[in-house]
Antibody
Framework: QVTLRESGPALVKPTQTLTLTCTFS??????????VSWIRQPPGKALEWLAR???????YFSTSLMTRLTISKDTAKNQVVLTLTNVDAVDTATYYC??????????WGQGTLVTVSS | DIQMTQSPSSLSASVGDRVTITCRAS??????LNWYQHKPGTAPKLLIY???SLQSGVPSRFSGSGSGTDFTLTISSLQPEDFATYYC?????????FGQGTKLEIK
């Protein structure tokens, strides 16, 4: 069965770099048509799509955050890593990773809450 | 980027009611529109993909329609477990974008 799990620090200081890992099972990111995306939800606000990495290593980013985001994959470890540089309080959110196949985000992790505070 | 606008932002309804939520895209997205249900503290759940296809395991009281720029999500008879926030999302192009959400509350 497909599962995804996000991991990373619960607390990050302003200006630091946030690194989050998505560890998944039940599918392979080397299979054509499979992608993994990151989405976040600040407290009390809407879902915000951040980035995606595809089976062929193509990468896509939010327009507003693209200068601060990187995404990479380790196919052998079944992991996708997202980094967000120069974090600020507005980056406080629950961060989710999700599998995307063809056209929809069909499986999601439970999310990890990241607080940016000094 | 394609902007997605949902209406209403919030909605009060009773168990058994028929409810419709609308989503409008800033440009044509063909049928590349998905609907998700999100409850606090849980992972969002895919309900409908490509506008009208029901995700496996989702009750048939949920349905979707539309194409181009205008879409709807309908719940035919609200159940207690349906009170949640609903989001539309376009998968026509990257970056993907979500609507601002519709919070469905118990009247």
């Amino acid at each position: 069965q497909v599962t995804l799990r996000e991991s990373g620090p619960a607390l990050v200081k302003p200006t630091q770099t946030l690194t989050l890992t998505c560890t998944f099972s039940g599918f392979s990111l080397s299979t054509r048509g499979i992608c993994v995306s990151w989405i976040r939800q600040p407290p009390g606000k809407a879902l915000e799509w951040l980035a995606r990495i595809d089976w062929d290593d193509a990468k896509y980013f939010s327009t507003s955050l693209m200068t601060r985001l990187t995404i990479s994959k380790d196919t052998a470890k079944n992991q996708v890593v997202l980094t967000l540089t120069n974090v600020d309080a507005v980056d406080t959110a629950t961060y989710y990773c999700s599998r995307e196949t063809t056209v929809a985000l069909d499986f999601w992790g439970q999310g990890t809450l990241v607080t940016v505070s000094s | 980027d394609i902007q997605m606008t949902q209406s209403p932002s919030s909605l009060s309804a009773s168990v058994g009611d028929r409810v419709t939520i609308t989503c409008r895209a800033s440009q044509s997205i063909s049928s590349y529109l998905n609907w998700y249900q999100h409850k606090p503290g849980t992972a969002p759940k895919l309900l409908i993909y490509v506008a009208s296809s029901l995700q496996s395991g989702v009750p048939s009281r949920f349905s979707g329609s539309g194409s181009g720029t205008d879409f709807t999500l309908t719940i035919s008879s609200l159940q207690p477990e349906d009170f949640a926030t609903y989001y539309c999302q376009q998968s026509f192009s990257t970056p993907r974008t979500f609507g601002q959400g519709t919070k469905l509350e118990i009247k």
